[in-house]
């Protein structure tokens, strides 16, 4: 196993050029599945690595439940350094349980209040809120994906930019954006080297339902515009929801998007490109994280069995 246990824990690194690349150069509808699915294959395989090393630094503890096969010699030299990898993996572990479990837990209840909050209004699918606060924003799960607005923010909009402003909040809900962003943030929780990609995702995210709204309403200006009136009388929701938890994305550089061409959809980047050789590198780094987490596993399973008395 020796040092390739620690791999999965940088390798994340070269993910971070496809980052920014994949905003600038990729279509949003590619970019955000291409550096979701790099991000969660990332943080699992980092994951997995602290979980070998917590083994080797719970093994030493005195009177740890485990097999006393376990603390071995041979189990110790697997690991180089396991003295302090061990142990340092163990509160590194239980961290990032914690903040995963806990992103999970505040997501769950999010949307639980936002639901509660709408009880009481028609089931229809957009649900307009007599409120001076000017927001919106798409409200997944439930009984059925909502659309919620408040009169204000219509009232700042032309009726373009209303039919614009729907389109761009549907579009959230059919591509099913909402998981995206989570999966992104709870690998960003896993692995800290991987808040870029997070980042990166949540704006194009926004990009992808911003040309979905284009292509209905038949409008790049529109959707810039109704982007841009939004973004200036939006204070923001009064309380907690979807809405607060997955960042809008820079508005200056999604309204020059829109008012620039239409980007070309491509389903993967060629390799003598700046994007592709970046795509390249980082689905390199997220092969090589996934063979070293997956080969340190099953050397760990095959040394534990061997020092486990039957």
Not at 149 to 155: E, F, G, N, R, Y
Not at 169 to 192: D, K, M, Q, S, Y
Not at 244 to 253: F, K, M, Q
Request: include cysteine.
């Amino acid at each position: 196993m020796g040092v390739f246990v620690f791999l999965p824990l940088v390798l994340p690194l070269t993910a971070w050029p496809i980052a920014r690349l994949a905003e600038q150069r990729l279509h949003p509808r590619t970019a955000t599945r291409l550096l979701t699915g790099l991000a969660v294959v990332m943080a699992v395989c980092s994951t997995v690595c602290l979980g070998l090393l917590m083994v080797v630094g719970t093994a030493q503890l005195p009177g740890n439940p485990l097999p006393d096969g376990w603390s071995d010699p041979e189990v110790r030299e697997a690991v180089p350094y396991d003295e302090i990898a061990g142990k340092l993996a163990i509160p590194a572990l239980l961290a990032v349980l914690l903040v995963c479990g806990r992103t999970l837990w505040r997501h769950r209840r999010v949307r639980r209040r936002a639901h509660l909050a709408l009880a009481d209004l028609p089931g229809t699918e957009v649900a307009v809120l007599p409120d001076e606060v000017p927001y919106a924003y798409a409200l997944p799960g439930g009984r059925r994906d909502r659309v919620v607005v408040t009169t204000a923010l219509l009232s700042c909009l032309e009726p373009a930019e209303r039919r614009a402003l729907f389109a761009h909040e549907r579009a959230h809900l059919a591509a099913r954006h909402h998981r995206f962003l989570l999966a992104a943030r709870l690998a960003a929780r896993a692995n800290p080297f991987l808040r870029p990609l997070c980042t990166a995702v949540s704006y194009t995210a926004e990009r992808w339902a911003d040309e979905e709204a284009a292509r209905v309403v038949g409008s790049r200006r529109a959707v810039a515009c109704a982007i841009g009136k939004a973004a200036l009388v939006s204070r923001g929701t009064p309380v907690p929801t979807l809405a607060g938890l997955a960042a809008p994305g820079p508005v200056p550089r999604r309204v020059a998007a829109l008012l620039g061409p239409a980007p070309v959809p491509r389903t993967w980047p060629s390799v003598f490109t700046s994007v592709g050789l970046a795509a390249w590198g980082a689905a390199a780094g997220t092969a090589v994280s996934a063979l070293s987490s997956a080969n340190s596993a099953v050397t760990m399973v095959l040394i534990l069995h061997a020092a486990t008395p039957l």
